[in-house]
Antibody
Framework: QVHLVQSGAEVKKPGASVKVSCKAS????????IQWVRQAPGQGLEWIGW????????KFAQKFQGRVTMTSDTSINTAYVELSSLRSDDTAVYYC????????WGQGTLVNVSS | QSVLTQPPSVSAAPSQKVTISCSGSSSNIGDHYVSWYQQLPGTAPKLLIY???KRYSGIPDRFSGSKSGTSATLAITGLQTGDEADYYC???????????FGGGTKLTVL
């Protein structure tokens, strides 16, 4: 079965960068996009963007343009999202999810941005 | 402020039926397939419905989705206490070039 396993929780200071990984198993990694979604404490879901692991093409939500990078390593079936210039309102649980539709989700990675 | 509008909360008694609405526009619900997700406390979202009305693998037929124009609806029949969760609608928006979600609806089974 499909599994997406994410890296562990991170604590970062404002202005720093964070990189979260998402290791896929149970399917052919290059056949499905990986999307990233975050959820601030007590809030709803917010789409960050997607990556096509086969081509490396990416698309990001406008609010993250210039601050987000998505990459993938097909040799180890792993996708990454990196967010730079972190602010306190970037504190959230970050999820990777296979698409489309968004049928399998990672367990989430808490990123806590605090001085 | 979410692009898709959902009621913040709904409630019903066990065994009853509840519906959750999701209102959007011609650039999202009106032109693209809607999905519904269930998020139990402290867990990742789980896909329930995709392509407006298709149940994902393993989802009981108590859950159903429908769409009309720029609104979508999730219906849950035979409510169980285990259905208490947050429910989100999601859809692609071609004007924003982004996946958008509703603000979420908290279901309480009284």
């Amino acid at each position: 079965q499909v599994h997406l396993v994410q890296s562990g929780a991170e604590v970062k200071k404002p202005g720093a960068s964070v990189k979260v990984s998402c290791k896929a198993s149970g399917y052919i990694f290059t056949r499905y996009y990986i999307q990233w979604v975050r959820q601030a404490p007590g809030q709803g879901l917010e789409w960050i963007g997607w990556i096509n692991p086969d081509s490396g093409d990416t698309k990001f939500a406008q609010k993250f343009q210039g601050r987000v990078t998505m990459t993938s390593d097909t040799s180890i079936n792993t996708a990454y999202v990196e967010l730079s210039s972190l602010r306190s309102d970037d504190t959230a649980v970050y999820y990777c999810t296979r698409s489309s539709p968004l049928d399998s989700w990672g367990q989430g990675t808490l990123v806590n941005v605090s001085s | 402020q979410s692009v898709l509008t959902q009621p913040p909360s709904v409630s019903a008694a066990p065994s009853q039926k509840v519906t959750i609405s999701c209102s959007g526009s011609s650039s999202n619900i009106g032109d693209h397939y809607v999905s519904w997700y269930q998020q139990l406390p402290g867990t990742a979202p789980k896909l329930l419905i995709y392509d407006d009305n298709k149940r994902y693998s393993g989802i009981p037929d108590r859950f159903s989705g429908s769409k009309s124009g720029t609104s979508a609806t999730l219906a849950i029949t035979g409510l169980q206490t285990g259905d208490e969760a947050d429910y989100y609608c999601g859809v692609w928006d071609h004007s924003l070039s982004a996946e958008v979600f509703g603000g979420g609806t908290k279901l309480t089974v009284l």
